[in-house]
C-alpha cells in the first residue's frame, strides 16, 4: 500500500505478560475525626500508588478519598515487595484492601456492641456504609462517633495479605494485542510510526487515567526497542560505549505518533483480593513484533534483529 511517496504497512501481535502477586502487609487507622490513616512499605515510582492504594482504601470503608491518607516509602512500615514484574497492584492493592475491610469490619462491630451506639445490636448483614458512616435503617453512626464512643483512641487493624492457594492452581497472565501502522520511505529507508492500537485484558481498572497512561508509556518503549534503542558493548573491555543519550537514541515527541489504548476489563478475583493484574510491563510486550510485523508488510523484507535500523531495510 502506498500514501504518496511513503509504503504504508499494518502489522499487529499479541502480549502476554504473567500476572505475578508477592506477600504484602498494611496497616490502617481510623482517627477520632473519621479520617483514615493507611500505611504499607511500597514505593512510588511514578505509576500512581498513592493515588490506587487511597482509592482502594476509601471504597473499602465507605469514605471519600479525600478522608484517606495513604503512606509509603519507609522500612518501618509493614514489608511490601519491590515494584518490579507489575506486582504492586496485586500485592500492595490487596493488602491495603484487606486491612480496610478488617477495618471496616471493626468498626461496624463497635457500632454493635457500645451501649451509646443506635446500632447496638443490630445484625451485621443489615449495616451499609454511605460517606463515612454506618447506616441502618433511619439510623446512621458517622465513624467518628463510634471512635468517640470507644473512648477517643484510633481504632487501628493490621493485615499481611499473601496469594492462596489459586497460585498454585492456575495460569496467571495479562493479555493483551498491538495493531500498528508504519509509513516506509523506499529511497530512505525511513520508518515512522503514526498510529499504534491496543487494546488489553489486565483484570480490574483500578484508575483508568493511570492505566491508559501506563500502557502508553509501555508503547513509547516498544516503539524505541524496534527502531532506535541499542547498546553498544567494547569487546576489549566489556564496557557500554554509548552510555549516555547523545548517543544512546531513545524516542522524543516527534517519534511517537498516535496511541490509542483500549481496557477489556474482566477482574480476577484468583489473581488478586481486588481482582487486578499489573500493568506495568504488559504495555511493552508486543509492541516491537507489531512494527517489525509492519515493516514486512509494508516492504516484504523480514527484519529479525532489533532495531529495525535503516540499513537493514535497504541492503
Known sequence: MRDGRWLVGWGMATATYPARRAPAAAVARMMPDGRVFVRAGTQEIGCGTYTAMTQIAADALGVRPDMVRFELGSTDMPENPASTGSVTAASTGSAVHDVAVALRDKMIDLARTLPASPLHDAPASEIRLQDGALIRGGSRVSYAQV???????????????????????????????????????????????????????VGRILNAKMARSQIMGGVVWGVGMALEEETLIDPRTGRYVNADLAEYHVPVNADVGAIDVAFIEE????????????????????????????VYHATGKRVRELPIRIERLLS
Not at 487493624?157 to 523506499?186: C, K, N
Not at 477482574?267 to 509492519?294: L, Q, R
Request: glycine share 12%.
Open 147 to 201: 471512635v468517640g464512643w470507644s473512648n477517643g483512641a484510633p481504632v487501628e487493624a493490621t493485615i499481611s495479605a499473601r496469594p492462596g492457594a489459586d497460585a498454585q492452581q492456575y495460569s496467571m497472565h495479562s493479555f493483551g494485542a498491538v495493531f500498528t501502522e508504519v509509513r516506509v520511505d523506499p529511497d530512505l529507508g525511513i520508518v515512522r510510526v503514526p498510529r499504534i492500537v491496543t487494546a488489553h485484558a
Open 267 to 294: 477482574p480476577d478475583d484468583h489473581v488478586s483480593t481486588v481482582g487486578a493484574k499489573g500493568v506495568g510491563e504488559i504495555g511493552i510486550t508486543g509492541v516491537a513484533a507489531s512494527i517489525a510485523n509492519a
